[in-house]
């Protein structure tokens, strides 16, 4: 079967990215990059996907005054030349227009580093520490024009452990991550995914019945 063709969109160190790439690097896997690109110059994504051999671009929004659906239009004109059916925003700080997410509705997804709908926004680590919440997490979703929003695809849950930092805590995340965004991706590009009433279906998933207990019960 033809892989998938996958853009993926950055905006910093790129280590999502970094995860798919390697995941497509697998034979078996279903989807391949075709292009990077960062609308920050100074990227350092840009030069790992360089390094792995990966087509990237540079898609300054400075370059647009302000100018919001024209920056986009040039996000959309380089993937499409590019050849790519299916965007991935790994860690992409700029937020999105209707216009963008409708033209590539059900085709573009976002990783987030908290169980949403809890933690919206930024600084996730830090909010879960300051909430005392003892399952922090990460998420993938299809991304709609609410910021943090749309059908939740893979969720992962870690433990906040007594004596964590927002850096202790973001580096548990972030292994997670690493792992759920292939996932997402993998499940898309073998059409496993269906958005139904704005809830994602996922064809023949097994059953996953394990319970993350936080403390772990071993009281009396
Ligand atoms: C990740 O925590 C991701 O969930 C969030 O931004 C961060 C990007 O990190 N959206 P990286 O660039 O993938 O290393």
Redesign the pocket.
């Known amino acids: 079967m033809a892989r998938l063709k996958v853009g993926i969109l ?9 995860a798919l790439i390697e995941a497509c690097r697998k034979p078996d896997f279903p989807a391949e990059i075709a292009l990077v690109i960062s609308n920050e110059p100074a990227a350092a ?1 840009l030069a790992r996907a360089a390094e792995a051999g990966i087509a990237t671009r540079v898609v300054n929004h400075r370059d647009f005054n302000k100018d919001r659906p024209a920056f986009e239009r040039a996000l959309t004109a380089a993937l499409e030349a590019a050849g790519v059916a299916f965007v991935c ?4 700080m700029r937020i999105l227009t209707d216009t963008f997410v409708a033209r590539w509705r059900d085709r573009l997804i ?4 908290s169980l949403l709908p809890a933690f919206p926004g930024l600084d996730t680590h830090k909010r879960a520490l300051a909430a005392g919440v003892r399952l922090h997490g ?1 998420t993938v979703h299809f991304v709609r024009v609410a910021v943090d929003e749309g059908p939740i695809i893979v969720q992962a849950a870690v433990p906040v452990l007594a004596g964590d930092d927002e850096a202790t805590l ?1 580096a548990r ?2 292994a997670a ?1 690493h792992r759920c965004y292939p996932l997402a991706l993998k499940l898309a590009a073998e059409k496993r995914l269906r958005v139904e009433n704005e809830r994602c279906v996922i064809d023949g998933a097994p059953a996953q019945e394990a319970v993350l207990i936080n403390p772990p019960p071993l009281l009396g």
């Open positions: 950055i905006s910093g160190r790129g280590s999502n990215m970094q994504g925003n790994a860690g992409f976002n990783i987030h580093p990460c973001a995340v972030l991550e």
